[in-house]
């Protein structure tokens, strides 16, 4: 049985230097779960000179991949590089090179997790992903072990911890979006380029993650319908308050005999449900199961040690399949075929925030138009802020469909007292 095992770390950022330090500051704790040493043997950087915070001696640092995956006494390689296009390349070359892989990159395992995970099993290696989604919450495991015995139909929840971040700083110091966004970059949560989080891009490679695994099926991220924190308008935050709720930036997941249906958008959670508690940088998740019924996830999702602490958990399992001589014998084929809802299949309630100008008869009219698509109302409101641009009316359906939400909206806009549809949200979790 081998007393040492060797990790060659692809990356030294944030995220890696975190996986170093856990891996150097508990070696007794490891020795004592896996009856062998972990200890690291190469990592892989760009910049050879770049002063760095670390114990690491300098001759274990190297620019050249070739050199980690060719080194027979490296056993697993742990990809913390970020991005696509290199990560993808390392991550396959050191699958066809017999190495498993432990990697945080929830961007290539979005995009290309499926045809990665079988390169794995054709040449029976490991290939983990648990820190790709929730940070330091153990989402992945669970849904594939702790789990496994169930049958999932539904998961929610927050996935985005920079998001999340900007709409509690929106709902609890008043702040803008612009200042909020600031303070997210200015403490490490938001990116130089922030858009991938606020456009929602990040939080539906999540749920393109969560949901194939859930659901035993191929998503892709073209299935996922998506909107970001650009489509709420100036006192939406406010109204959501008077009527009870809390927007968040949610994901969504469904599956029934009808197919699949993933999204990602801004939603209206009643104050008393718990997702609408969850704030700033933390994630968290509620998975629906036949027998378990409702779980709920939660957790810091973003952060060094957080995610570091989540790669090194993956680490830990595949060095135990490797003493056990049992890794890469997880197969991950899928079960269903892929199967995608179209939007006459995708029911919610819907809050509506309509622009309308101030004559005697539009409240009737508008009723109408819901009435005419088959939609009921659970509430009608007229704002009582009039103004020389007309007036608002806030109308909060009963369940429809997707479709009949986006027929009435263009019904809505080419009706001559309508002066626009300023917002619509899901509500969720009622």
Not at 93 to 115: I, P
Not at 254 to 281: I, M, Q, T, W, Y
Not at 394 to 412: M, P, V, Y
């Amino acid at each position: 049985m081998k007393n040492e095992i060797n990790i060659g770390l692809l990356g030294f950022g944030v995220v890696g230097s975190g996986v170093a330090k856990i891996l150097q500051n508990h070696q007794e704790d490891l020795r004592h779960k896996l009856g062998a040493s972990v200890g690291i043997k190469k990592v892989l950087v760009k910049d050879l000179y770049k002063k760095r915070d670390t114990s690491l001696s300098s001759d274990v640092f190297t620019s050249d991949l070739q050199t980690i995956l060719e080194d027979p006494s490296i056993d697993i390689i742990v990809e913390v590089m970020g991005g696509i296009g290199e990560a993808k390349d390392a991550i396959e070359s050191s699958l066809r090179a017999g190495k498993g892989v432990v990697t945080a990159n929830k961007d290539v395992m979005a995009e290309y997790g499926r045809e990665l995970l079988e390169l794995a099993d054709v040449n029976n290696c490991d290939l983990l992903f648990e820190a790709s989604v929730g940070g330091g919450i153990p989402l992945i495991r669970t849904l594939e072990d702790g789990l496994a015995s169930d049958r999932i139909s539904a998961l929610m929840g927050i996935v985005n911890g920079t998001t999340n971040f900007i709409l509690t700083k929106m709902k609890h110091e008043k702040m803008s979006y612009e200042d909020a966004l600031m303070e997210a970059t200015e403490l490490g949560f938001a990116e130089a380029d922030p858009s991938a989080d606020v456009d929602g891009i990040d939080a539906a490679r999540k749920m393109v993650i969560l949901a194939s695994l859930s659901f035993s099926t191929e998503v892709r991220l073209e299935d996922v319908f998506v909107r970001g924190l650009k489509e709420i308008r100036d006192g939406d935050l406010e109204l959501a308050e008077q009527f009870g709720y809390t927007v968040k930036l949610a994901g969504s997941a469904r599956k029934d005999e009808d197919g699949v249906e993933v999204a990602v958008e801004p939603v209206f959670f009643p104050n008393s449900h718990p997702l609408a508690s969850v704030n700033n940088e933390f994630n968290a998740v509620y998975i629906y199961g036949d027998a378990v019924g409702e779980t709920m996830f939660y957790g810091p999702g973003a952060g060094s040690m957080p995610t570091a602490t989540s790669v090194t958990g993956d680490i830990v399992a595949a060095c135990r399949n490797l003493l056990l001589d049992v890794n890469g014998k997880r197969p991950h084929v899928m079960q269903y075929e892929r199967k995608v809802k179209n939007d006459r299949e995708k029911y919610s309630r819907y809050f509506h925030r309509i622009h309308v100008k101030d004559e005697v008869g539009v409240l009737t009219k508008l009723t109408a138009i819901y009435s005419a698509h088959g939609a009921s109302l659970a509430t009608v409101v007229q704002d009582s802020n009039k103004s020389e641009s007309g007036a608002e009316l806030i109308f909060i359906t009963h369940k429809i469909s997707r479709q009949q939400h986006l027929d009435i909206a263009n019904e809505l806009n080419e009706t001559p007292e309508v002066i626009g549809l300023l917002s619509h949200y899901r509500v969720e979790g009622e």
